[in-house]
């Protein structure tokens, strides 16, 4: 029997996290670092992932800071070589950067139906949770492909198995706000997407899986923490460190025989 300890360490392993200064992408980074990884925390805003990786540094952990575009693909192959120079290797890349219309006190514009979205809208939203989850895969399997496998994860979403419930983001008495169709859209297809990889690389030993978290809370009023709790089966909301036990069964041993999947984290909401 495999030492169970052991098959969820990831030592001598480099891990990329794109969107990895957000929310959900600090709590991978430091879940990944702590399991023994070398960590690049890949995000938009540099000054956030430098700050990140410095961070995990004081904790005696590995990390490095590197600034992304994943909509441009002269900044995300930049990214791949700067691991490469920085590290020698890339054995995970986690797919966590992409667009997501919050609803926390910090955003509270969203006012368009679906009637009169903003194709602008639209466009950058599918370049950012889709071309950018194409660029990264595409530049990363490369050297996974040279070193004899790896492993990618890509983020979904609960959206991207069910329909936005739009009565959780209505307010007696305030202007009507959706959850745009973007977000279903593109998290549903990442699911797709993520079959499509597996199977063209399942020869190359290198695993795609999909993690599907749901609701985080993020400070979100009493009416919507209410709201959305009564839709799971658990009654709550997820915490941000929620996800971090199923993103490191994902990225480690732990899970060596599984691929093409997703791996749904919700509280129940999906499974009613």
């Avoid at 990140?52 to 600034?67: F, M, R, W």
């Avoid at 993020?218 to 919507?224: S, V, Y």
Wanted: charged fraction near 15%; include cysteine; proline fraction near 4%.
């Amino acid at each position: 029997m495999n030492d169970l300890p052991k098959i969820f360490r990831l030592d001598d392993r480099v891990a990329v996290v794109t969107g990895g200064a957000g929310l959900l992408g600090a709590e991978f980074c430091q879940t990944l670092a702590g399991a023994g990884a070398r960590v690049v925390v890949a995000d938009i805003n540099l000054v956030a992932a430098t700050a990140l990786a410095k961070t995990l540094t004081q904790k005696g952990l590995e990390a490095l800071g590197v600034g992304v575009d994943v909509t441009v693909p002269i900044s995300v192959h930049q990214m791949v070589k700067t691991v490469m120079e920085a590290c020698g290797r890339l054995d995970i890349l986690v797919n966590s950067a992409a667009l997501d219309p919050k609803f926390d006190p910090r955003h509270s514009e969203h006012g368009n139906s679906f009637e009169d979205y903003p194709l602008e809208a639209w466009n950058q939203a599918l370049a950012v949770n889709l071309t950018g989850m194409f660029l990264c895969c595409q530049a990363a399997v490369q050297p996974m492909i040279a070193q004899g496998g790896g492993v990618i994860i890509n983020l979904s979403s609960i959206y991207g198995l069910t329909a936005p419930d739009q009565r959780l983001y209505q307010r007696e008495g305030q202007p009507l706000q959706y959850k745009p169709a973007y977000y279903p859209v593109t998290k549903s297809a990442v699911l797709g997407f993520t079959s499509y990889l597996a199977a063209y690389y399942g020869d190359k030993k290198i695993r795609v899986n999909t993690l599907s978290p749901g609701g985080v809370y993020n400070g979100h009023d009493a009416e919507f923490v209410q709201s959305y709790s009564a839709r799971t089966m658990l009654g709550r909301m997820a915490q941000k460190d929620d996800m971090n036990g199923a993103l490191l069964f994902l990225a480690s041993d732990a899970s060596a025989y599984m691929t093409g999947g997703n791996l749904v984290v919700d509280g129940g909401w999906s499974a009613w």
